[in-house]
């Protein structure tokens, strides 16, 4: 009778085993299947005119990692234009810089830190802790930043972009757009001083106890590079915001939802390259000298001057001839008119495709006649 017992007890063991084995490969290939699946997004950019090119799912709403960091140095630099922060200023470091995750700098509490350190270590290492420093001396602290930072977004027309952390972090709810991260990009190039630090492979900071390294490795390698940012996370993926310059003109790419740290940058050397070799800013040739006056009706002038209003740079391929010039005006106007009442239309295409058009209006006011006026008239000319 015990040996029957034992070789059950052996047999239901071994089907034990057999089924946690079963299980342990089941929760593998679950793990495995898990893996996140990213959404590649991009976008070319001419920074001066902030002009789409090219892109692909420009406008997905997408997490972004550590990116956010973007926004931090763009309050920061307003906060330095406006006199509220000088680059030598101090900050105390308080209990925000205390366990936070990710890359940091190891700053302790009551340490004291220059703006521009940093400003070092969040745009060149990637820093949480200097992140969270800024955040708290700009705002009360880092949820009000965190306000400023989505009140900002939307004034530049980041409708795509939501804020959750001055750092970035992954989870539901913070997320952005290739389209609009090249907004941010723009705003960003605005900044001359912030320049240096986009584009430095390595520096040391807290008076040269941390070293801190670019992930952005094409500042030390592409031809008229200004900067941005290379950044990476789990939810996130692989990103990339490069900004250049050559002879005059400035391209932006952005690369979101990578699936691989080197790729990202071939896709944006690429981008870029094409901005440079394809493409153009022009100034569309046109005089208001070519416009006649209009015809009033019923107004005490038989005419109204008029002209073009303000004319922008446009973005052309190379290859392009002469902009065509297509002006719509009405044979005239009725009184009164007023002084920047809109006449007309000029667009200005590229062979069959607007690019651009703009208001044709009255340069001055004209009244309407009626019969006092009339008689003015009458009587000016009578007794001239």
């Known amino acids: 009778m015990k040996k029957i017992v034992s070789v059950l007890t052996a047999v239901f063991y071994a089907l034990f085993v057999f089924d946690l084995s079963i299980s342990a490969d089941n929760e593998d290939n679950e ?3 898990k893996k996140i699946s990213y959404t590649l997004c991009t976008v070319l ?7 789409v090119i090219s892109g692909e799912n420009e406008n997905v709403r997408v997490p972004v990692g550590t990116l956010p960091k973007l926004m931090t140095v763009l309050l920061t630099a307003e906060e330095i234009e406006c006199g509220n922060l000088k680059l030598d200023t101090r900050l105390k470091v308080g209990k925000e810089a205390e366990n936070v995750p990710g890359a940091v700098i ?3 509490l009551g340490e004291n830190v220059s703006v521009e350190e940093l400003l070092k270590a969040v745009i060149i290492g990637n820093a949480n802790d200097a992140a969270a420093v800024l955040a708290a001396n700009i705002g009360n602290d880092e949820n009000d930043f965190v306000g400023m930072m989505n009140a900002r977004a939307f004034e530049m027309g980041m409708r795509d972009t939501v804020y959750q952390s001055c750092g ?5 709810g913070e997320y952005s757009t290739a389209a609009d991260t090249a907004i941010l990009a723009a705003e960003l190039l605005k900044y001359d001083f912030l320049r240096e630090y986009f584009t430095t492979w390595s520096d040391r900071v807290r008076d040269g106890q941390t070293e801190v390294v670019n992930e ?6 592409y031809d008229g590079i200004t900067g941005m940012k290379a950044g990476h996370s789990e939810q996130s993926g692989f990103s990339l915001v490069l900004t250049a310059e050559r002879d005059g003109a400035a391209f932006i790419s952005v690369v979101l939802g990578c699936g ?3 790729e990202r940058f071939s896709i944006g050397k690429t981008l870029v390259s094409k901005g440079f070799s394809s493409y153009k800013v022009t100034t569309p040739a046109f005089s208001n000298e070519f ?3 209009v015809t009033v009706h019923g107004g005490v002038e038989k005419a109204v001057e008029i002209q073009a209003g303000q004319l922008k740079e446009l973005v052309i391929p190379k290859n392009s001839g002469e902009l065509s010039t297509v002006v719509l005006i009405p044979e005239y106007v009725e009184a009164p008119v007023r002084k920047g009442q809109i006449i007309g239309k000029v667009g200005f295409y590229n062979n069959d495709t607007l690019l651009f058009e703009t208001d044709i209006i009255a340069s001055q006011a004209v009244e309407e006649m009626n019969f006092l006026k009339a008689l003015k008239n009458y009587l000016h000319i009578m007794y001239k």
């Open 291 to 293: 416009l006649r006056p």
């Open 260 to 262: 691989d740290k080197d």
């Open 106 to 108: 190891w700053l302790t």
């Open 168 to 172: 970035g972090k992954d989870g539901a």
């Open 31 to 33: 793990s495995e299947n």
């Open 45 to 51: 950019v001419e920074a001066a005119t902030g002009t």
């Open 216 to 221: 952005n490795r094409l500042v030390r390698t």
